[in-house]
């Protein structure tokens, strides 16, 4: 069975990033039978300030992008269609503010110690897309890694402490160094990028074309 370890660059307030991992999924599964997967996350921050309260995601992806908060609404109303179609729930999309995400990413790099990286991720995403919650307030935090049925005691001692913070600068830096600006990016087989939300029938395709290539 050919092995195919995927590397995902990805910040868990990127909604691209939730539905671009429902996708993979899909393609994974296609592929279960011929390919074995490993698939580890990686942190990047798309708001790295993190001072303020956040601001209400509408105006704040207008002034980013030069666009009409009308555009924008447009925008997040057809992500939301994808993710529904996915199985997601963005339901507070349109709702949620900026929020900065370092401290969720130490969480997952500690969550991963214990074998639930992914689940950890994919229950933040759950946190600030379908409920609209404040993925920088400690609380928010602690109650999704108990969600998954990790100590909520430990995490607030991570939290509480630097641990895990150097590793996740050194990992955002390494990925922008090694040209990667936006997200998601998948590394397959640490030589190969695949950039963005990408189809699951396109990701079936290139994993094969990688498998023959190896």
Request: charged share 25%.
């Amino acid at each position: 069975m050919t092995q195919i370890a995927i590397d995902i660059v990805s910040d868990i307030a990127c909604p691209w990033c939730a539905i671009g991992y429902a996708r993979l999924e899909k393609a994974m599964d296609t592929l279960k039978d011929d390919m074995d997967f490993t698939v580890e996350w990686h942190a990047f921050e798309l708001n790295p300030d993190p001072s303020g309260d956040g601001e209400p995601i509408l105006p704040a992806l207008s002034r980013k992008y030069g666009r009409s908060e009308d555009e924008m609404r447009a925008n997040q109303a057809q992500m939301m269609d994808i993710a529904k179609g996915l199985g997601l729930n963005f339901e507070k999309l349109q709702e949620r503010y900026t929020r900065n995400t370092f401290d969720a990413h130490r969480l997952v790099k500690w969550a991963g110690e214990q074998g639930k990286q992914t689940d950890m991720k994919l229950a933040f995403f759950e946190a600030y897309f379908g409920r609209g919650e404040n993925i920088s307030n400690p609380d928010t935090l602690i109650h999704c890694v108990e969600t998954i049925g990790l100590d909520g005691s430990q995490a607030r001692e991570v939290l509480a402490s630097d641990q895990y913070a150097e590793a996740v600068r050194e990992e955002e830096a390494q990925y922008q160094q090694a040209g990667v600006s936006a997200v998601p990016a998948y590394i397959i087989n640490q030589k190969y990028l695949i950039s963005g939300a990408q189809e699951p029938e396109t990701l079936v395709n290139a994993f094969r074309e990688i498998a023959d290539s190896e």
